[in-house]
Structure formats: structure tokens, C-alpha cells
């Protein structure tokens, strides 16, 4: 493992953040992460200091830019891995869209921390040296884009960040999910996409002023196994024939949406309305793999294959 060499990117959030009168803001750079963090049999670390935010404000053009950056470090034949720093807010968002778009075997681990390292309970140190481990392991390769945080290691596929304190900050609907990839380099003009969470009494015209505002794509975080009010399956027919993607799925966190329901708002309906019902992945990380599919040309029938095969029998 010593002669292990690791690209460790860095983008900010609470691992690098220290607290200030006004909250804590993230200022470490990757050489004060790596000083920080004892490695029994550290391997070479290469940093680059990629950007430094919260990543509840990270753009979706700034999830392309951490995308690029693991893949420019993958074209150099001797790193063995990369590991990026990312805040837990929406990292299995951006570690999503780097599963779905950068094809190499080798280990590429997402970790941050919980606590701000200026704080008795810092676990960024500790998640870092994880993380780092991990890509170094041969035995790793294969696995596709891990989270590492709290003592546990997380696929990305299915991940959502389960708790806003404890360190083992992510759980998984499913621990075996399929791995579609997209094909195509993500362009600089990305697909918009939408998110609603849907409940009693929503009003049905989010829909069509997405539609409006010329939005590519909409997921729909739906209650139960993907069910609405018969008015949303209204707007989605109407989406629909304005050429716009709909993919359903749930806002709750475990199991996979089944259709059953009909009755006008059922996902049954929304299935016939021509929404595309994602069984396993939720809302956060639907909307990354739509955005990179309608980005890179891939139509409504490509979207209903992909989601197809995020099924853990396509695995």
C-alpha cells in the first residue's frame, strides 16, 4: 500500500470548515486536511485544491467541474484511486454523477465530516484516512463511487444522508443497485431539471410553470409507492406532450416503488400519463442521472432503460 499514489480532491464543506461568529465556513486547504490526518502506511497524496464551498450551495456546474476533475486524474495510468472532500449535504448527489459518468474500475471514495475540525467531535480526520485507505486497496477496484464516513463504507447508488448529526451520516435503499453508465462527455450547457415533493393539497401548476420556464426534465417526489392527487397526473400528460421527461418516485426512504395504485393519482396513472417511475433511486440522485442523460442527448425511452436497470436484478 505504501507504494499506493492517490488523488485527493478537495471542495469544501464541513471536513475543511472552522466556526466563525457567523457559522462555520470551510477554509482548510487539502495540504491542512492531510496535515490533520495520521495514515498508518500513507500512501503518495497528490492534492488539488478543486474549490472550497458549502456543498448546499454547490451549483450544478460545479458538480460537472468535481466529475472532470476525478476523470482528469484518472487519466494518469499510475493513481491507483481518488478521494474527494465533499459536504455530506448533497454528496451523494455529486458522488451520484460521477458513478453514472466516469467508467474506471479504479476506487473513487467520497468523505467528509459532520463536525467542523475546529470542534471536539471533528471525524474529518479520521473519514479522510478511511477514505484514502480504501482507494489504496487493490481488492477495491470494480466497486464503482463509495461513501466513507462514520467507520462504515456506502455505495453511492441509493445512498441519502440519513442523520444531520450522527457520523455514520448515509444509509442505502438498496446495498446492490445496478450500475447504468452514461455515455458522453457532460457538456458545458446542462439540461434543467426540476424537483417537487409532492403531498395534500399541492398545487398541481409547479408542473406547468416548469414546463413555462423551459425546464428539460421533472422528478416528482411522490408519497407512498409514487401516488398523487389526479391533477398532477393532469400536468404530467401535459409535460409530456410539451416533450418534457417526468420521472416519479417517492419520498419515502426505503423500498423500492411498485406501482399499484390507480384511481387518477395513482402511479399506475402517472405510469400511463408517461412518467418514467424510478423503482429505487429518490429524488436527489434521479434528478443528477436525468440531468446528465437529457444533457448528453439520451431520450425519454433511454431514461426508462437506465432507471430499469438501476434495478439490483440488472446488478
Given at each position: ?25 470551510p ?43 476525478v ?24 458522488a451520484f454523477?460521477?458513478?453514472v ?17 475546529d ?7 479520521a ?26 463504507i456506502?455505495?453511492?447508488r ?45 398545487a ?77 433511486l ?20 433511454d ?13
Open positions: 500500500m505504501t507504494d499506493s499514489r492517490i488523488v485527493l480532491i478537495t471542495t469544501g464543506g464541513t471536513v475543511a470548515a472552522r466556526r466563525t461568529e457567523h457559522g462555520a465556513v477554509v482548510l486547504s487539502a495540504s491542512d486536511l492531510l496535515a490533520d490526518t495520521s495514515l498508518v502506511a500513507a500512501p503518495a497524496v497528490d492534492a488539488v485544491d478543486l474549490m472550497s464551498v458549502d456543498s448546499s450551495a454547490i451549483t450544478v456546474s460545479q458538480q460537472t467541474q468535481v466529475v472532470r476533475a476523470a482528469a486524474a484518472l487519466t494518469d495510468p499510475d493513481v491507483d484511486g481518488v478521494v474527494v472532500t465533499h459536504g455530506t449535504d448533497t454528496m451523494e448527489e455529486t454523477l460521477v458513478d459518468t466516469v467508467d474506471d474500475p479504479r476506487p473513487i471514495v467520497f468523505t467528509g465530516a459532520q463536525f467542523p475540525a470542534t471536539p467531535e471533528a471525524d474529518g480526520p473519514n479522510i484516512a478511511a477514505a484514502i485507505d480504501y482507494a489504496a486497496t487493490p481488492s477495491n477496484r470494480g466497486r464503482g463511487v463509495v461513501l466513507a464516513l462514520g467507520g462504515r456506502v455505495g453511492v441509493g445512498a441519502f444522508k440519513a442523520s444531520t448529526t450522527a457520523t455514520e451520516a448515509f444509509d442505502t435503499v438498496h446495498e446492490a443497485l445496478g450500475r447504468p453508465l452514461i455515455s458522453g462527455p457532460l457538456p458545458e450547457r446542462l439540461a434543467r431539471v426540476d424537483t417537487f415533493a409532492l403531498y395534500p393539497g399541492v398541481a401548476g409547479i408542473i406547468a410553470a416548469a414546463v413555462a420556464q423551459r425546464a428539460a426534465g421533472i422528478v416528482l417526489a411522490a408519497t407512498g409507492s409514487g401516488n398523487t392527487h389526479p391533477d398532477i397526473t393532469a400536468e404530467v400528460v401535459a409535460a409530456r406532450r410539451a416533450g418534457v421527461v417526468v420521472v416519479v418516485t417517492t419520498r419515502v426512504p426505503h423500498g423500492p416503488v411498485v406501482p399499484t395504485y390507480g384511481g387518477g393519482g395513482g402511479a399506475v396513472d402517472l405510469e400511463r400519463a408517461g412518467a418514467v417511475v424510478s423503482q429505487w429518490r429524488a436527489p440522485q434521479a434528478r443528477m442521472a436525468l440531468i446528465a442523460l437529457l444533457s448528453t442527448g439520451h431520450d425519454a425511452d431514461v426508462a432503460e437506465f432507471f430499469r436497470r438501476t434495478d439490483p436484478a440488472a446488478a
